[in-house]
Structure formats: structure tokens, C-alpha cells
């Protein structure tokens, strides 16, 4: 999609739900991402602290694809980088476009019908090093 952008020197992500597109088109000089999803920006805040998102990244690792996980991903936390995580579960392991509330369905590896695109949600790090690059690049513009 981004490939069809005419030459521009700001681009704004009206609504949060597709930052898929914000993340692939090359960078422009101002870049504006926007989103109602409290979430969302809680996340964003823990990836701008170096301890904060190492810890994340860490945690994440530990966290094994489980049922047990996403249910208590809706549960509250005080802690930014515990409630960065339980945003990511619910974002990796849940089926549905609402990671806001329990409208989200649990992803079961048996009723999935291509259980080999699960494998990077077991253990997280393929995409850790991508993603820890590319939270830094975006939000050390």
C-alpha cells in the first residue's frame, strides 16, 4: 500500500488500528501516530525508556503462550512495562480486532488451522530484535 504514496514529507496515522503502515513506508521528516487506545500509548512510553523496554523485551521472553496468560492479560496493572506485556499477549495471542476488552478470543494452537504461524508467538525473540529496532528508529526521530 505504502508503495502507492506520492512523494510527501508528513504522514499522519489518523486512526491507530493500522501503525502496519506507519512501520513500512519509508520515514518521512514528520511522522504522527494517533490513537484513542490508552494502551497504545503506554506501550509507545515504556519502548522510549531504555531500562523500561529491556525489561519488557525480557519479560516478554519469559511469557509462555498459554491460555492461563491471556486471560490474565485483562487484568490491571499499575506497572507501565506489566501492562505494556499483558497489551502484547492479548495483541499476539488473541484472535478478533478488540484487544480492548474480552471480545478477543483465546488462539488455541490445536484449533488452529496453520499452527506453524503460531511458532514466533511461543518465544517472542523473532521479533524482539526487529521490533526493539524499530521502536527505537520510530521513536528517536
Not at 504522527?32 to 525480557?58: A, K, M, P, T, W
Request: charged content about 30%.
Amino acid at each position: 500500500m505504502s508503495s502507492h504514496f506520492p512523494e510527501h514529507r508528513a504522514y499522519v496515522e489518523v486512526f491507530g488500528g493500522p501503525v502496519g503502515v506507519l512501520l513500512q513506508k519509508r520515514r518521512s521528516n514528520r511522522q504522527v501516530y494517533n490513537d484513542l487506545d490508552h494502551q497504545v500509548v503506554g506501550l509507545f512510553r515504556v519502548l522510549r525508556d531504555v531500562e523500561s523496554r529491556g525489561r519488557l523485551i525480557r519479560d516478554l521472553a519469559l511469557t509462555p503462550f498459554s491460555r492461563e496468560e491471556f486471560d490474565g492479560s485483562y487484568e490491571a496493572s499499575a506497572d507501565p512495562v506489566e501492562a505494556a506485556r499483558k497489551f502484547i499477549v492479548r495483541c499476539f495471542v488473541g484472535h478478533g480486532t478488540r484487544s480492548i476488552d474480552q471480545t478477543t478470543q483465546w488462539v488455541s494452537q490445536l484449533r488452529y488451522p496453520r499452527r506453524e504461524k503460531l511458532r514466533p508467538r511461543v518465544g517472542w525473540s523473532p521479533c524482539s530484535d526487529r521490533g526493539r529496532r524499530r521502536a527505537h528508529d520510530r521513536c528517536h526521530d
